[in-house]
């Protein structure tokens, strides 16, 4: 049975009919062709799809994160009902940094190898403006209170909310000092790191990212994103490079965390076990489209789109031998010369004939399950 989340509050992030393309020399990529996807606050998101489907270009959109060929075309990305790309640079920048948070597959590209884990964490709490504002920590404290659910990691939470309301106080009074200011940074740094549960927090602290293993870095990483205290936590394909011992904790990880910070959890990956392992929603992606959006549950059960079929028709299963596994016929299109009409239309097994004729516009067969396919309308 899967777990369900604890405490699913209010939307904190809503991606609106996203269109997006890359200049590129051999032509205009068109990567996203108006993607809509909503998660809640406590909600783990799956979103899943074949390489090349626009998982991670979905993701870098809304952490702002986009090469420079990138362009977009149209679409609203509303964090808690803002829509971030209508604000200015410098605010938009600054939400950016501070609202939403990038785990990354490879942490060691995205840590700085000079530096220890320690100082890297710090760095956040010294650069990060948002982290003194009365409102965000008291918005905060309240958010921790209103959690039923009491653990270990909400009373650190609760702490660190205190301390940054102290620090805050100390450094409008001009009574911190510089000695006092690097104290308190590093106790929280070091609770942060107990946060993700990375044994002995104190020589983590002083270690550099080449002394740790996979797993520990990729703790101190979600250790940093968390540091932000994000509304939004984006995990791309996190796991993918760690052994499964170690792959099912930071899995188990991210769940209690969810709970914990109360953040909207976005998991990008390729792999259902995971998704069946680990979401509360699943959204999934074909060439530049969310074809289906449903609870865990119900697309295991009854998955409506031909392509989330053939997904699963391709999970291998315990207890099927002797048959070799089914297939989805084809690739991922060119995505300069997309298919017109349904983009799914030259693999799907069930085409007919208004397919390379009509995008399917998005409806809800059942409530709660939406799916972009004409065999349900449209
Ligand atoms: Fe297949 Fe047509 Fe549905 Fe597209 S719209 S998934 S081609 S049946």
Redesign the pocket.
Known sequence: MLEQPKQVGKTALEVKNLKLVFRTYAGLVKALDGVDLTVRRGEILGLVGESGSGKSVTALAIAGLLPENAQIIEGEVLLDGDNLLGKEKKALRIARLTDIAFVFQDPMTYLNPVFTIGRQITEIFDGDPKLFQDELIKSRLDEIKALQHKTAETAILAELSREEQRLQEAKRSGKLSRKEGKRLSRSRALQYLSLVKLPDPERVFKMYPFELSGGMRQRAMIAMALARSPRVLLADEITTALDVTVQAQILELLKELRNNIHAAVIIITHDLGIVAQTCDMVAVMYAGNIVETATVEEIFRNPL???TKGLLAAVPRIGKTGESLESISGSVPDLIYPPSG?R??PR?P???ER?PQVK?PLVEPKTGHKVE???YGG
């Open positions: 789109h031909p392509y349904c799914f239309h799907c069930m085409a007919f397919c399917p396919c004409l065999l």
